[in-house]
Structures are given as C-alpha cells and as structure tokens.
C-alpha cells in the first residue's frame, strides 16, 4: 500500500474516532450540566429521600414513586405543584430552572406525615 494512501486512511480513522467519541460524551455532559432526574418514592407515608440538595439553574425532572397502597397528593406551595399519584403508580414533574433557597413538598392527602423539601444551592 502506497504511503500516502496508508497516511489517509490513519487520518480517517482518527478523525472518525474523534467523532464517535464526541458524539457519545457530549449528549450526558449536557445532561448533567443543564438537567437532573430524581426520584422520590412514598412508602409508608413518608418520602424518600426526605431531603433533596440541587444546583441553582439546574432543570429538574422529578420522578414521584407511591409504593403504598393508598393515593398520595405530591403538593408543593412553593413550587405551585399538585399531582396525586395513585398506588403502585408515578408521576413525574417537570421543574424550571430554580434560584436558590429551599421549596417544601408534602402529601396533601396526608398532611401530618412528614414533608420533604428540596434545596437549590
């Protein structure tokens, strides 16, 4: 094979591989940066996790899990957020780009079992 055509094709097959890479990183390097999935799952009358810490400008994408056996209501005040979530069943949440500070979420069919909160640092 003629040197020339052997230089090419090492080029192609650097430029190719360059470029699947990118492709292959780029997708979840914006993800990260710009979009967070969580999942909170109701079980036993509570939340969990009970706490959720989050970046500041950081869309959300909240996954609400009820694994007991009766219907919850995932409310937020603070977010101006209300979906009941039947038994066995999830929802999920789309929440904007929030400033920091802290945003309770409860369980409007049964308020006086613990609330949880997510903080946006």
Known sequence: MPKKLRMALSYLIVLTLFSV????TAPSEVLAQEEVEIKIIIKDGKFDPQEIKVKAGIKIKLIVINSDKSAAEFESVDLD?????RPG???TILLSKLDPG???FFDHFHPK???GKIIVE
């Open 21 to 24: 890479f990118s492709l292959y």
């Open 113 to 115: 079992t613990p609330h």
């Open 81 to 85: 957020r209300e979906k009941v979530v």
């Open 89 to 91: 069943q999830s929802i």
């Open 102 to 104: 802290s945003y309770e």
